[in-house]
């Protein structure tokens, strides 16, 4: 399903970025606005144009900056949102939906998930997805934080349109390896890792700096080309800062060797049985 090393192709026939851009925590400081919507500009710029958000950041306010940042350039945005499980409901999805293209300033969105299981039905959820998407406010929907139990019923309720499922997934949380990733593999679906470098603490880890060192690379380099080497997987790093952006964009064209991948291997070890999906 992997088209190219830029691309991935979803369940629809369309096609989402490899490398993303994450925006948690972005939006809620004021001081750092300008610095936060340059990095998001100059991404698009590189090729990043996969812009992940959600309603519950910052309240909106992580919205909003990613509305500011795409003026003039939304159609080269791949924009993905999602809708926090307490609005989603059939008819609190489809409100939530229409709040966030507001503070957007859009008139639709690409992707849009469930942030995480809550107590509604899915066929609620999964009914006010295909509403939205007869009505153009979406392209298509997803889910995320989704364990392997979670797709099943996803799938058993109607949910076989699902696009993609974002996942904590990185080299220090490897637990879906063992059955989640194969399933989704199986069924084409997409996965969409989120803190792809641990939140940062991945950086200063010895084994990640040796191999950066062996391709003149950077530790979040190496993190993120883990990630980019394998099939069906695309990243969402996020970048408050100009410099930062560039650096994850370089991560495309670092390829690791099997040397990397099996230092890698023993310093984080790959799942021996299976894990809870873990999220933050």
Known sequence: MTLAADA????????????????????????????????????LDLGMTMIDTAEMYGDGASEELVGEAIIGRRADVFLVDKVLPSNASRRGTVQACRRSLQRL??????????????????????????????????????????????????????????ATNQILYNLTRRGPEYDLLPWLREHRIPVMAYSPIEQGRLLGHPQVAEVAARHGATPAQVALAWLLRQ?????????SKPEHTRENAEARDLHLTEEDVAALDTAFPPPAGPQPLEML
């Open 8 to 43: 991935i192709e979803l369940p629809s026939g369309q096609t989402m970025p490899v490398l993303g851009q994450g925006t948690w925590y972005l939006g809620e400081r004021p001081a750092r606005r300008r610095d936060e919507i340059a990095a998001l500009r100059i991404g």
């Open 105 to 162: 300033g859009v008139d639709h969105i690409d992707l849009y998930l469930l942030h995480w299981r809550g107590a509604h039905p899915l066929a609620e959820t999964i009914g006010a997805f295909a509403e939205l998407v007869d009505a153009g406010d979406i392209g298509q929907w997803g889910v995320s934080n989704f364990d392997l139990s979670d797709m099943t019923e996803l799938l058993e309720a109607g949910g076989n349109s699902c």
């Open 231 to 239: 099939e069906m997987v695309a990243a969402i790093p996020r970048s």
